[in-house]
């Protein structure tokens, strides 16, 4: 089973609205990341909080963490129709003394004009 | 410009043939990755390496082989007995350290077709 599950798993708002998507994992984490994806393209890392970091801000995104119940969020404030992507969460995970990073399926994001 | 460069774009395979896909990165990162993408799926770890001359199994490796020679190479071969192979291959590489908060790097991918 996955790790991580994004909601939703696709979106379509209008452009200059916010969107928020969501990631929720199962096991305790070192850190979790997004990264966006364009059609086919390389994934680009965007914004890391670490476990013990609640909230994290970077240009017009705003990322959560909940660990308690083990969940995050990226808002992107006042979308434009280039923030048109995949977006993943990843989970940060020790696992014999090596890091390894849990993608979650996505979540298709599309700015409308 | 550091970076990391996966080479071909595309490639298509025969079925029975092996495939080698090629990862190269000059961020002097010591670990680096290799994942596999299914359309409108998320990505699924197939091999990673730590270090020069080891390396482990993710979770699906069955049907691939890695080598890690040297510190800026890490390719991938996709075996014959890799049954269902057609997917998009994505290679990352990060600082390594027991508890990194970097992100991962990742390459433009390559586009596997069996024909």
């Known amino acids: 089973s996955q790790q991580g599950e994004e909601d939703p798993q696709a979106l379509s708002i209008q452009e200059g609205e916010n969107a928020t998507m969501n990631c929720s994992y199962k096991?305790?984490?070192?850190?979790l990341q997004w990264y966006r994806q364009n059609s086919g393209r390389a994934l680009v890392h965007l914004i890391l909080i670490r476990s013990n970091e609640r909230e994290k801000h970077s240009g017009r995104l705003r990322v959560t963490l909940d660990t308690s119940k083990k969940s995050s969020s990226l808002l992107i404030t006042a979308s434009r129709a280039a923030d048109t992507a995949s977006y993943f969460c990843?989970?940060?995970?020790?696992?014999?003394?090596?890091?390894?990073?849990?993608f979650g399926q996505g979540t298709r994001l599309t700015i409308n004009p | 410009d550091g970076g990391i460069t996966q080479s071909p774009k595309y490639l298509f395979r025969k079925e029975g043939q092996n495939v080698t896909l090629s990862c190269e990165q000059n961020l002097n990162h010591d670990a680096m990755y290799w994942y596999r993408q299914d359309p409108g799926q998320g990505l699924r770890l197939i091999y990673y390496s730590q270090i020069v001359n080891d390396f482990q199994k993710g979770d699906i490796a069955e049907g691939y082989s890695v080598s890690r020679e040297k510190k800026e190479s890490f390719p991938l071969t996709v075996t014959s007995a890799q049954k269902n192979p057609t997917a998009f291959y994505l290679c990352?590489?990060?600082?390594?350290?027991?508890?990194?908060?970097?992100?991962?790097?990742f390459g433009s991918g390559t586009r596997l077709t069996v024909v």
């Open positions: 990843a989970t940060a995970l020790i696992i014999q003394g090596a890091q390894k990073l849990v």
């Open positions: 990352a590489s990060s600082i390594d350290l027991p508890i990194s908060n970097y992100g991962y790097t």
């Open positions: 096991t305790s984490i070192n850190n």
